[in-house]
């Protein structure tokens, strides 16, 4: 059954260390997408890219974040430097689109528990 | 600001109850309408979705009612099982354009079913 992997599952740092979070999409997926969980804000799209271009990293801090695809089955997001603000679940996800292929789900990962102290 | 209005933000139902779950829309390019289901500490899958061309569509105990007119849709879960407890999201994207595939998603109702 294929499923979206993401590493680490949980993660806890201290306030000012970066921090790598990493997705394996499913095989054959086009669109990645980068969300994160909190009580507060609920679901938020942070990122996401299409063939490994980015479509739209509006949701994320600039200066802080980066969302990178250095190849096709391989996603990343990056928190430099983090701080406690950041903590939350976040999510990674990938789906089929476009080329005639209407409506398919995004397939979630179980997500990195990230805290940061 | 939020693009999918979801209410309420939490539901607690008795077994063999149902339970609603409400989604309003602005956006009339909104063209699909899924309903999301998160355990916790798993991420959301997709329960059922629906496109504005019907306005219900069933599968086992779940629900889909839309109304096109009233930009609304609502999640029904019939006779609801302690198994159902979870959070669930209502979500809506567009078929074209930009930003095709994204999903704008309601903020989440945590339902409880007691036994």
């Known amino acids: 059954d294929a499923r979206v992997t993401q590493t680490p599952r949980h993660k806890v740092t201290e306030m000012g260390q970066e921090v790598t979070m990493r997705c394996q999409p499913i095989?054959?997926?086009?669109?990645v997408f980068w969300y994160r969980q909190t009580m507060m804000q609920g679901l938020e799209l942070l990122a996401y890219?299409?063939?490994?271009?980015?479509?739209?990293d509006s949701g994320m801090p600039k200066d802080r974040f980066s969302a990178e695809m250095p190849d096709a089955t391989l996603a990343t997001l990056k928190i430099q430097p983090s701080e406690p603000r950041d903590s939350a679940v976040y999510f990674c996800?990938?789906?089929?689109?476009?080329?005639?292929?209407?409506?398919?789900?995004?397939?979630f990962g179980d997500g990195t528990r990230l805290s940061i102290l | 600001q939020q693009q999918v209005k979801q209410s309420p933000q939490s539901l607690i139902v008795q077994k063999g109850g149902i339970s609603i779950i409400n989604c309003a829309y602005e956006?009339?390019?909104?063209?699909?309408f899924p309903w999301y289901q998160q355990f916790p500490g798993k991420g959301p899958a997709l329960l059922i979705a629906?496109?504005?061309?019907?306005s219900e569509k069933k599968e086992g105990r779940f629900t889909i009612s839309f109304n096109k007119s009233a930009k609304q849709f609502s999640l029904h879960i019939m006779d609801s099982q302690p198994g159902d407890s979870a959070t669930y999201f209502c979500?809506?994207?567009?078929?074209?354009?930009?930003?095709?595939?994204?999903?704008?998603f309601g903020r989440g109702t945590q339902l409880t079913v007691w036994p």
């Open positions: 996800a990938s789906g089929l689109v476009g080329g005639g292929i209407r409506n398919q789900p995004q397939h």
């Open positions: 095989l054959g997926h086009n669109t």
């Open positions: 890219f299409r063939n490994r271009a980015p479509l739209d």
């Open positions: 956006n009339t390019a909104f063209d699909y």
């Open positions: 629906i496109r504005p061309d019907v």
């Open positions: 979500a809506a994207s567009r078929a074209r354009g930009s930003t095709l595939g994204r999903l704008y």
